[in-house]
């Protein structure tokens, strides 16, 4: 699968402002979405697919979806611009964001926000030494509406 990111508009066909519901409807047409089991019910806006890669929907108060975040699998390609976001080493990406806007970079380079675009990037761990493969790209990338980073808590 391929999802091209599209802040502040989006992640491949899930649109930012659209009701909860009818994110949650595109997501499920996805290939490869995996239901979930109904012993096992996921939260709401929050769905996995046969290869790994989940997609958390984020709705406002009013239940629609002011941000998209999409974890990472080996199997699928997440791009923004042109540059693989999970497949390219963190440095470069956060080299390329810096090269197109301002980039905030938190936790000594875990979470990289550009709140200009609105998007953020994270990774759980640092590499330790050079040609440490842990932690040397990113797990989650987050779209959102403009202005998302301006709340408190985003």
Known sequence: MQIELLPPLGAGPIRIGVPLAEA?????????YTPPDPLYPQQRGFATFASGLSIALLPDIAGRVTAIEIFRSDYDDVYFDGVDVFRTPADEVIAFLESRTQVR???DGRTVVAPGLPMSLWRGTLPDFPGDEDGRYFESALVAGQGYFAIPGN
Not at 24 to 32: F, K, N, T
């Open 24 to 32: 949650e409807s595109i997501v499920g047409a996805i290939d490869g």
């Open 105 to 107: 970079v938190e936790e």
